[in-house]
């Protein structure tokens, strides 16, 4: 009646970042540049188990736990001249540090019920938990790094330099069935999402020079519901459809810094439509010299959604759209090869993927392609 699984995660990755820049001072207003870093060291260890216990025949409840530890550490010089060229005579050189850490116990907890047979009710409540950071640039006072203390003129504010971890707890409740011999499968929940120490991109001054930085906004939630099903009338012919309805929000949320006006509570999250909807159609024929051929066709419309611009700061709204996607594929006869054609955005759509006062940057363009590949 009892079902578990343990298990421990290790994480270690070394990010490096060196380059320089020559002889450029229209778009530096110096004439050489040069970023030297140690390797950025991200590491992130944790315990985790989960339990299923089953109390009656259709009758389930789940239980998991997770304890994680993650550390960041940086290091990294900048080097500045008047000249073109590096001049140790005359270079200015300024280091940035620090060193970001934390802890989180999550958990979940869930039941699940089959009401008939191929149809399940199921509710969970669960906690996520997403790493805070570093901004790089400057270090808090007091502290030290090779051999560097961090002194006044460069330390920062731990609010500007470091961003807290963002937390989530997930609640939802829904329905999966399958019936009609398997060849109707319907997914249908709601949802509701609470954020707190949210991750945004703020505008801050410090010692009278505009920092971009993450942050943390107060708090943001979500709630929708979202329905999917896929119909396969035959061996040849597969429907698919799903639809989306988010209502999100904002809690308090300063772009400027805490206190400074704007404030955007009460205002939709970015890349957040209303609603969703995907229609897709697919149909297989099998060939005489062997293999088959799969075609399909997918819609996807979109309600109008926003873009920040903490610079601002302002909320860009992007219009409603659709597009359309085509896909070709030859499934070869011993089924592990198959090569396919597809063409992505058939209206050519533009879509803003974010925005300043004086640039934009945009979606993918119509785009077609070939792959091949294999299954193993």
Not at 101 to 119: H, N
Request: with cysteine; hydrophobic share 35%.
């Amino acid at each position: 009646n009892l079902q578990a699984q343990f298990g421990l995660y290790y994480f270690r990755e070394a990010l490096y970042d060196n380059w320089s820049i020559y002889d450029s001072p229209d778009v530096l207003n110096y004439g050489y540049l040069d970023v030297t870093n140690d390797p950025q060291i991200n590491k992130s260890y944790a315990a985790f188990g989960q339990a299923t216990y089953h109390v009656m025949r259709k009758l389930r409840l789940i239980a998991g736990l997770r304890d994680t530890h993650l550390k960041k550490t940086y290091f990294s010089d900048e080097t500045t001249n008047s000249q073109p060229y590096s001049d140790p005579a005359s270079d200015a050189v300024t280091p940035s540090f620090s060193t970001a850490s934390a802890s989180k116990f999550t958990w979940r907890a869930g039941i699940q019920y089959d009401l008939l047979r191929g149809t399940m009710l199921y509710g969970t409540a669960s906690t996520g938990f997403k790493a805070g950071g570093v901004n790089y640039f400057g270090c808090l006072l007091g502290t030290s790094r090779n051999g560097i203390s961090c002194t006044p003129n460069l330390a920062l504010p731990a609010s500007v330099l470091l961003y807290k971890p963002e937390t989530l707890t997930s609640y939802e409740a829904g329905v999966k069935s399958r019936f009609a011999d398997d060849r109707v499968y319907v997914t249908l929940d709601g949802f509701h999402y609470n954020y707190d120490n949210l991750q945004v991109e703020t505008l801050q001054k410090v010692a009278g020079i505009e920092i971009e930085a993450t942050t943390n906004a107060a708090q943001a939630s979500v709630n929708g519901f979202e329905f999917s099903g896929i119909w396969k009338a035959n061996e040849n012919n597969k429907l698919a459809l799903g639809f989306t309805y988010l209502d999100s929000q904002y809690g308090d949320y300063f772009p400027l810094g805490q206190g400074n006006q704007p404030n955007y509570k009460g205002r939709p999250l970015d890349d957040s439509p209303q609603y969703t909807l995907n229609v897709g159609y697919t149909y297989t024929q099998p060939l005489s010299f062997g293999g088959s051929l799969e075609m399909s066709v997918n819609a996807y419309l979109s309600d109008s959604y926003v873009v920040s611009d903490v610079a601002v700061p302002v909320q860009y709204r992007q219009p409603a759209y659709h597009m359309t996607d085509l896909d070709a594929t030859y499934n070869f006869p011993d089924g592990d090869w198959y090569v396919s054609a597809y063409a992505r955005n058939l209206e050519n759509k533009i879509l803003v993927i974010n925005a300043t006062p004086t640039a934009v940057v945009p979606g993918d363009p119509r785009t077609f392609g070939i792959r091949a590949g294999f299954y193993y």
